[in-house]
């Protein structure tokens, strides 16, 4: 019998339940003793970000092998991308979450379908949860609008981000989904960079289990201070 991911985990989840003498779904007293220790509980050490988180964000990723851009607002865009295309040699055409079917990418010069990338697509464009200025990271959020695909299957990856969407820490991050989610999706993906691999011979080798290339446009506010809200 098939089963999709979300049934199989629910199932794991039963029998780990039932073999605490606990059944059925979680009681609101369970989960607000979870939400309770959470809010208590002191974060471990972190990493200076500085005043200035975007900046911090783009010199992270910059490490992590992926290129950024900045733009003033969402129109801008798509003309954005296009000159990231046409600098890297691909051709102008592109899928993309439907969140930006609406963009003006016909004006730019792309061809931009707004639906699951294929096998054969070549670009992917979607936005993130929020990036992560520690590390250079982009926070996946898997959802029926939000597919993981998209920043898995095509060799090149552009993500949008809101500049005011870019937090200091992971911790940021994740208590924001708690706080506009209210629990973990299906999955949750950190994407740092390009997919790499060093397993043959210690040499790394880009694009082993995804894309080739990340491309991170950032959409706002040149400097966003740590006291900025997220």
Request: aromatic letters at 4%; glycine letters at 10%; one cysteine or more.
């Amino acid at each position: 019998m098939n089963l999709d991911t979300s049934t199989a985990r629910r199932r794991i989840l039963d029998r780990i339940r039932r073999a605490q003498g606990r059944t059925g779904e979680p009681l609101p007293s369970e989960r607000e003793a979870v939400d309770d220790a959470l809010a208590r509980h002191a974060p471990g050490p972190q990493p200076t970000v500085g005043s200035d988180r975007v900046a911090h964000f783009e010199t992270q990723a910059h490490r992590m092998s992926s290129t950024t851009d900045r733009v003033a607002t969402l129109a801008e865009v798509p003309s954005a991308i296009a000159a990231y295309l046409d600098a890297q040699g691909l051709v102008r055409k592109a899928v993309c979450w439907n969140t930006f079917g609406g963009l003006d990418w016909a004006g730019a010069g792309i061809e931009v379908e707004p639906r699951r990338p294929q096998g054969d697509d070549m670009v992917g464009i979607s936005g993130a949860f929020v990036a992560v200025a520690e590390t250079g990271t982009l926070m996946m959020l898997s959802g029926p609008d939000t597919p993981a695909s998209m920043h898995l299957l095509p060799e090149t990856h552009v993500a949008i981000v809101s500049a005011d969407r870019v937090v200091a820490h992971y911790e940021e991050g994740f208590a924001l989904i708690r706080a506009e989610r209210g629990q973990l999706p299906r999955a949750t993906n950190l994407v740092s960079g390009p997919s790499r691999t060093g397993d043959i011979e210690q040499t790394i080798v880009l694009g082993a289990h995804g894309p080739y290339r990340v491309h991170i446009v950032i959409v706002g506010a040149g400097s966003v201070g740590n006291e900025a809200a997220s």
